[in-house]
C-alpha cells in the first residue's frame, strides 16, 4: 500500500456533474416513491434528528457496496480514493472554500467535535495554553459535543463557559448581548478564550444563530479559534463557509442532504490548521493531513461518501434544485408552526427568519410539561399510540413573569417541527388534533402512559 498515491491525493478526474436539461420537475407520486420505504401511517416532522435518503441515492449507494464486493482490491486501488475526491470537491464548490483539501469527510458531527476538541486538548497538555484558558459555547451545544469537552479538555486544565441562550428569542441582538457577556467572563481572570463553539442551528431549542456576526464578535475579542457545528445546516441554510469566516465548520449531510446514514464535512481554513487536527481514528494515513487520514480509517463501508453525485441529481430534480427545497421547507414550516400555534394560543419559539427547515411551536400550558421526564412522556405517546414523530422541549420556569404565556399559565413546552420534501399538511394537523383531543380530554403529561 505504501507505494500507492494516498488517499485524497489529487483531483484530476474530477468533473462536477453539469445540471441535466429537465424536461419537468419530479412530481408528487414520484417523490412518494422516492421514500415508499418510510414506514406509511406515520406522520414524520422530525427529520432533524435522523435525515432521510431517498430510494435513487440508497440504490446508487448500493451500486457502491457491489462494487466493492465484486472486486475489493480493484476497488481499494483505482476506485475508492478517486471517489472520494470527487465529493470532497462537489461540496468544496457547494461550500465555497478555497481548496479540496480544505474539506473532508468524516462519519458525523460528532467525529468532527472530537477532531477539533483533541487538538484543544492536545495544546493544554503540551502546555501551549493555560489554566484559566477557556471554551465558550451557548447552554444548548449539542450534549455529545460537550461531553467531547468533557473528554478531552476539562481533564487537562481547560474550563468550560456556557451562555444561556435566550429562548424563546425574538432578535439577534439579545443573542449577541449574552455572548458578549459571556466573553468577557472567559477574560477574566487573565485567561483567553481559546475557542468558541457556536452552533449554526442548535438542536434543542432549535434556532438560527447569527454565525458570522458572532464570529466577528469572536474576532474582535481575540478568541483564538471558532468551529460552527452546523450539523443540521447543509440542505437546509445556505452555506458559503468562506463568508461565514470560521476556522472549522461541520455539517451533517445526512440530516438535510439526503444522504444516506451517514456523512459530514469538516472544513477546516487553511492548510496550517488541516496539519495540525487528526482523525480520532489513527490509521495508515496518520499525519499526512486530515482529509487523507479521513478517507481510510480502516476496512468499513465508505459508500455513503460516494453519493454525493447522486444527491445533486436528486436535489436538481426539484424546482430551484436545494435552494428551491429549503426555501419551501421553510416557507411550510413557518406556515404549519403558525398553524399549530393559532390552533393552540400559543407562540413560535423564534421568528421565522431565525429559523430554517425547523421550528418550535409552544405547546398548550395545560399539559404540563413540567420536566424533561414529562417532554419524554409525551415524545413516546405521540409516537407510539399515534404515530407521529415529533421531539419535545422542555423549557425550564426561570421567572414567571418573563416567561411567554398563554390563557392558562406559562409555556414550558415546545414541539421541534421540521419540513421536508415527503411531507404534507396532514402530518401536521395530525399532531394538531391529537393535542387537540389530550386537552379535551382534560389529560396532563404525567398521565401519559410510560414508554
Ligand atoms: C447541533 C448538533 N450537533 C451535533 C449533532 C450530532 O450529530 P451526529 O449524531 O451526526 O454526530 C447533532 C445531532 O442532531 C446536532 O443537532
Known amino acids: 500500500m505504501d507505494e500507492e498515491p494516498r488517499n485524497g491525493d489529487g483531483d484530476q478526474h474530477f468533473h462536477v456533474p453539469k445540471k441535466a436539461k429537465l424536461t419537468r420537475f419530479i412530481s408528487e407520486p414520484e417523490i412518494r416513491q422516492e421514500f415508499s420505504h418510510h414506514q406509511s401511517g406515520v406522520a414524520r416532522i422530525n427529520n432533524g434528528s435522523f435525515g432521510s435518503c431517498p430510494q435513487s441515492v440508497l440504490d446508487a449507494q448500493k451500486k457502491w457496496q457491489l462494487r466493492f464486493l465484486q472486486q475489493p482490491d480493484e476497488f481499494y486501488f483505482n476506485t475508492l480514493r ?13 461550500i465555497n472554500a478555497d481548496d479540496v483539501d480544505h474539506v473532508s469527510l468524516v462519519d458525523n458531527a460528532t467525529t468532527a467535535a472530537a477532531i477539533v476538541l483533541q487538538q484543544i486538548g492536545r495544546r493544554f497538555s503540551q502546555g501551549k495554553f493555560q489554566k484559566n484558558d477557556s471554551v465558550i459555547m451557548f447552554h444548548c451545544a449539542f450534549p455529545a459535543v460537550k461531553k467531547s469537552i468533557q473528554a ?35 477574560k477574566s481572570n487573565s485567561g483567553r478564550v481559546r475557542l468558541a463553539i ?91 493531513g486530515l482529509p487523507v487520514e479521513s478517507a481510510w480509517v480502516g ?6 461518501q460516494l453519493v454525493v453525485r447522486s444527491i445533486l441529481d436528486f436535489v436538481n430534480r426539484f424546482e430551484g434544485g436545494i435552494e428551491g427545497i429549503m426555501k419551501r421547507n421553510h416557507d411550510e414550516v413557518v406556515k ?63 421567572n414567571c413573569d418573563s416567561q411567554p404565556r398563554d390563557k392558562d399559565g406559562c409555556i414550558t413546552g415546545y414541539v421541534r417541527i421540521s419540513h421536508q420534501v415527503y411531507n404534507s399538511a396532514e402530518d401536521y394537523h ?20 410510560k414508554e
Not at 153 to 173: A, D, K, R
Not at 212 to 217: T, Y
Not at 299 to 304: E, I, L, P, T
Open 82 to 94: 478517486k471517489g472520494i475526491v470527487e465529493s470532497r470537491n462537489m461540496i468544496k464548490k457547494f
Open 152 to 186: 478531552y479538555v476539562t481533564p487537562v486544565g481547560g474550563s468550560v463557559i456556557e451562555v444561556q441562550l435566550p429562548f424563546p428569542v425574538n432578535s439577534n441582538e439579545e443573542i449577541f448581548a449574552k455572548f458578549r457577556k459571556g466573553l468577557e467572563r472567559g
Open 198 to 288: 457556536l452552533d449554526h442551528i442548535t438542536s434543542m431549542p432549535s434556532v438560527v444563530l447569527p454565525v458570522r456576526d458572532l464570529i466577528k464578535i469572536c474576532r474582535e475579542q481575540g478568541v483564538d479559534q471558532v468551529f460552527v457545528d452546523g450539523a443540521h445546516a447543509i440542505g437546509s441554510l445556505h452555506v458559503d463557509v468562506k463568508e461565514i469566516g470560521a476556522d472549522f465548520y461541520v455539517s451533517n449531510l445526512y440530516k438535510w442532504f439526503f444522504s444516506p446514514p451517514t456523512v459530514a464535512f469538516l472544513y477546516c481554513k487553511d492548510s496550517s490548521i488541516v496539519s495540525d487536527v487528526h482523525h480520532p481514528v489513527v490509521s495508515h494515513e496518520y499525519g499526512n
Open 299 to 304: 476496512a468499513r463501508d465508505y459508500s455513503a
Open 336 to 398: 404549519m408552526g403558525n398553524m399549530l400555534a393559532e390552533s393552540w394560543g400559543t407562540i413560535l419559539g423564534s421568528p421565522p427568519e431565525m429559523c430554517a427547515s425547523m421550528i418550535m411551536v409552544g405547546l398548550p400550558s395545560r399539559l404540563c410539561v413540567t420536566s424533561d421526564d414529562d417532554a419524554l412522556r409525551l415524545r413516546s405517546y405521540l409516537r407510539v399510540y399515534h404515530g407521529i414523530e415529533v421531539p419535545i422541549y422542555y423549557q425550564a420556569l426561570r
Open 430 to 449: 395530525k399532531l394538531k388534533s391529537t393535542i387537540n383531543q389530550l386537552l379535551e380530554d382534560g389529560k396532563i403529561c404525567k398521565m401519559l402512559p
